[in-house]
């Protein structure tokens, strides 16, 4: 009886291991996906092409399954991510930002300046 038990209760721990590692899985078509900065507009003013590699340095976003990382020239930072109806919502200290997704282009205000990044397809997955 007692090794009955013990097998009884050894299965029980492997099957509550292996379902606390089975999380709540982020099934958004973003997943893996670094999108580059295209153009910034500000004050009327549009940057975009060789106007903006010139006058900005390189801007990346990457949504990995429960991260977010944000690398605008040499500030970069991490967060958490979500997404419903082509709206990407952001979250990284402290402050959150929501990104809506419209014609292939993720738009991130701050402050009054529009940034619009396109999905790198070369850096996918």
């Known amino acids: 009886m007692k090794k009955k038990l013990s097998i009884l209760l050894a299965i029980l721990m492997m099957l509550g291991a292996m379902l606390a590692g089975c999380g709540a899985k982020n099934n958004s078509v973003y997943v893996g996906t670094t999108w580059t900065l295209n153009s910034v507009e500000a004050e009327g003013i549009v940057l975009e092409g060789e106007l903006l590699a010139s006058a900005m340095d390189a801007a990346t976003i990457k949504f990995d399954a429960k991260k977010v990382t944000l690398n605008f020239g040499t500030e970069n930072g991490e967060g958490t ?12 200290d402290g402050e959150t930002i929501e990104c809506p997704i419209t014609d292939s ?10 940034m619009y990044f396109i999905k790198d397809e070369k850096a996918e997955k």
Do not use: A, H, Q, Y
């Open 81 to 92: 991510w979500s997404e419903k109806d082509n709206v990407i919502t952001i979250k990284s």
């Open 105 to 114: 282009k993720l738009l991130f205000e701050l402050e009054g300046t529009k």
